[in-house]
């Protein structure tokens, strides 16, 4: 900002001196005219000459701070409005000049704003212009002559020292103006900068709050799929148990001990989870293999059928996918086995087309009415999690869910985990919230 404010600061010292010098110039010039033609002072030929001074003088300082500017008599966009002053500026001249042979000197203004106004090689072109005049009216064109041919190659030299003077210092502004230019720039940058790393700054802190909300979300989904479904499954075989203990005591006994099962199996999965929370969920067991169990001990307990196609290469996806999958599997063959009521259940960890692809399917008595989630697809009603966690497990990985039943056709879970757009496993966490 310095820098630039020195170049206008420059900009405005040139402009007032060459002001004066011409100012000076145009005043003694119409002095002249009025003396060698005493009779324009009482005649309408001296009113027209005097609006014609009146007009170049105007145009000259208003025309500049009119058309163009101090502060953009340099800038490149502003070309069309120099190339406009220089030709009325140039116009007036040659309209003085029908007066007066005497304001044929005003061309030599002109030479100043085509050698700085106008950029190369066009400035030449019109500096040429006012040159070639001021030398006709000399009327040192050479002749043939020795003597000629040096006055007019001095008169060259005399044009080419005051090109030089008037476009050396023009050059000297213009590189300044650039440089102001850049430094501006360079401070924008920098203001942008800081603006952006306290953008990043911030948007840290939100994704460190972020996290925590997913850590908790995590902790609240393992939980329901652990802790949950079991004590709910529990209440209600103790409820059976306090109604069969006075008239089926072998009966009580049967689902006293289905119960211990299913506590004993609550609290390994709760163990599991609270594991998970410092370390991975797999520990050198691939997703399909972990899955392939669980399903083959539920239909050991509940009686049906179940039909398992894996692939070799689960093992090699990333963690996060197997992760992911593992605990929308288990929480989908749970389901099965609570509410599910079926004869046959089908699971199938396959890749399709780069994506990780999982299904579980059963013929039970399908899915009752369920709230709509805003994709169209069905989510868990209020106060439940099981669906919904599943969604917000497979959205973490741009993934897609389908949850198809229809009742008696029983149910169809599927997902789908793009491959490529998960590279490597995020970084473990370095502390977890719940320590």
């Not at 002053?85 to 040659?94: H, N, P």
Request: proline content about 4%; some cysteine; charged content about 20%.
């Amino acid at each position: 900002m310095q820098e630039m404010q020195r170049a206008q600061r420059f900009v405005r010292v040139m402009v007032y001196f060459w002001n004066i010098i011409t100012y000076l110039m145009l005043a003694l010039l119409t002095v002249v005219a009025f003396v060698n033609h005493p009779g324009w002072l009482h005649a309408w030929r001296g009113l027209a000459l005097a609006g014609a001074v009146l007009l170049y003088g105007g145009w000259y300082g208003g025309g500049f701070l009119l058309v163009i500017g101090r502060h953009r008599a340099w800038q490149p966009e502003y070309l069309w409005r120099r190339l406009l002053y220089w030709v009325i500026q140039f116009g007036s001249a040659l309209i003085l000049m029908t007066f007066d042979t005497s304001y044929t000197n005003l061309l030599w203004v002109s030479l100043g704003p085509a050698l700085s106004f106008i950029v190369m090689p066009w400035s030449v072109l019109f500096a040429a212009i006012p040159a070639g005049i001021i030398i006709h009216s000399w009327g040192v064109w050479p002749n043939g002559s020795a003597g000629s041919w040096l006055v007019f190659i001095s008169v060259l030299l005399t044009f080419a020292v005051y090109c030089a003077v008037v476009y050396m210092p023009m050059m000297l502004i213009q590189h300044r103006f650039t440089q102001a230019r850049l430094y501006r720039d360079l401070e924008t940058a920098h203001t942008e900068l800081a603006a952006a790393h306290a953008q990043l700054a911030a948007s840290a802190e939100q994704e460190r709050e972020l996290a925590v909300l997913r850590e908790r979300e995590r902790l609240a989904r393992d939980l329901h799929d652990t802790l949950g479904h079991a004590l709910v499954l529990a209440t209600v075989k103790l409820e059976a148990i306090r109604r069969l203990v006075g008239h089926d005591a072998e009966r009580a006994e049967r689902e006293s001990e289905a119960t211990q099962g299913i506590l004993r199996d609550a609290m390994n999965d709760l163990r599991s989870t609270l594991v998970a929370l410092r370390s991975p969920d797999l520990d050198g067991e691939p997703v399909a293999v972990t899955l392939a169990r669980r399903a083959r001990e539920v239909g050991r307990r509940s009686g049906c059928e179940v039909d398992v196609r894996l692939c070799s290469t689960s093992a090699e996806w990333p963690r996060r996918v197997q992760s992911a999958l593992l605990h929308i599997g288990r929480e989908a063959i749970a389901n099965v086995e609570r509410h599910a009521q079926a004869r046959h259940l089908r699971l199938s960890i396959i890749p399709d087309d780069g994506c990780a692809c999982l299904t579980v399917a059963d013929d039970g008595v399908g899915l009752p009415a369920l709230p709509c989630h805003t994709d169209g697809g069905v989510t868990s009603p209020s106060g439940h999690y099981g669906l919904a966690g599943m969604r917000e497990r497979v959205a973490e990985l741009g993934g897609t869910l389908a949850i198809t039943s229809a009742p008696g056709q029983g149910t169809e879970i599927s997902v789908r985990v793009p491959l490529a757009r998960i590279t490597s496993e995020e970084p473990a966490r370095e502390e977890s919230v719940y320590a």
